[in-house]
């Protein structure tokens, strides 16, 4: 079974790092882009960047660009994102998902919820 | 402010034929493929319709996507009380070099 499986959910301080993963297993990791989504609370999804594990080549969002970091190490087929100082509008849900060649995106990890609150 | 255009709310009885509207530029829909994705409450949003009108295994036929230009549609026939969910489109930007949302559909079954 193909599946993305995400770390767990965290509570932070504003101003502390963070790194959330993103796990995949039941095909070729470094075959496919794994995507960062965030929600905020209530509010619908946002596209914040993109990697290739392959190559670790990433592209992100003019909205995310220089606030955080995608990364990937395909040796353990996972990827990451992750911040150096976390503000409290961080606070949301972040997804993973895999981009298939049409362009679609399947599976999605089952999300990461990042609180950050003094 | 959202770079694909969807209604905020749809809503419908059960057995009904809804639809929900999807509009976006010729950096996005007007060149590339459409997706949309259905997100049930407290879950993590789902592949429902992909390449515009194509859906996965598992997905019943009452869901069917179109595209036409620079727009999108989803429709979803007889409606059922478990179809309650938001409904977000999705494409590709060449411009952005990323991928677009919508802002979202939230449907209510009557």
């Known amino acids: 079974e193909v599946q993305l499986v995400q770390s767990g959910a965290e509570v932070k301080k504003p101003g502390e790092s963070l790194r959330i993963s993103c796990k995949g297993s039941?095909?070729?990791?470094?075959?496919?882009?794994i995507i960062w989504v965030r929600q905020m609370p209530g509010k619908g999804l946002e596209w914040m960047g993109r990697?290739?594990?392959?190559?670790?080549?990433?592209k992100y969002s003019p909205s995310f660009q220089g606030h955080v970091t995608i990364s990937a190490d395909k040796s353990i087929n996972t990827a990451y994102l992750q911040w150096s100082s976390l503000k409290a509008s961080d606070t949301a849900m972040y997804y993973c998902?895999?981009?298939?060649?049409?362009?679609?995106?399947?599976?999605w990890g089952q999300g990461t919820l990042v609180t950050v609150s003094s | 402010q959202s770079v694909l255009t969807q209604p905020p709310s749809a809503s419908g009885t059960p057995g009904q034929r809804v639809t929900i509207s999807c509009s976006g530029s010729?950096?996005?829909?007007?060149?590339?493929?459409v997706n949309w994705y259905r997100q049930l409450p407290g879950t993590a949003p789902k592949l429902l319709i992909y390449?515009?009108?194509q859906r996965p295994s598992g997905v019943p036929d009452r869901f069917s996507g179109s595209k036409s230009g620079t727009s999108a549609s989803l429709a979803i026939s007889g409606l059922q009380s478990e179809d309650e969910a938001d409904y977000y489109c999705?494409?590709?930007?060449?411009?952005?070099?990323?991928?677009?949302f919508g802002g979202g559909t939230q449907l209510t079954v009557l």
């Open positions: 390449s515009n009108d």
């Open positions: 998902a895999r981009r298939l060649n049409s362009g679609r995106f399947d599976p």
């Open positions: 999705a494409a590709w930007d060449d411009s952005l070099s990323g991928l677009v």
């Open positions: 010729s950096s996005n829909i007007g060149s590339n493929t």
């Open positions: 039941g095909y070729s990791f470094s075959s496919f882009w």
């Open positions: 990697i290739s594990p392959s190559d670790s080549y990433t």
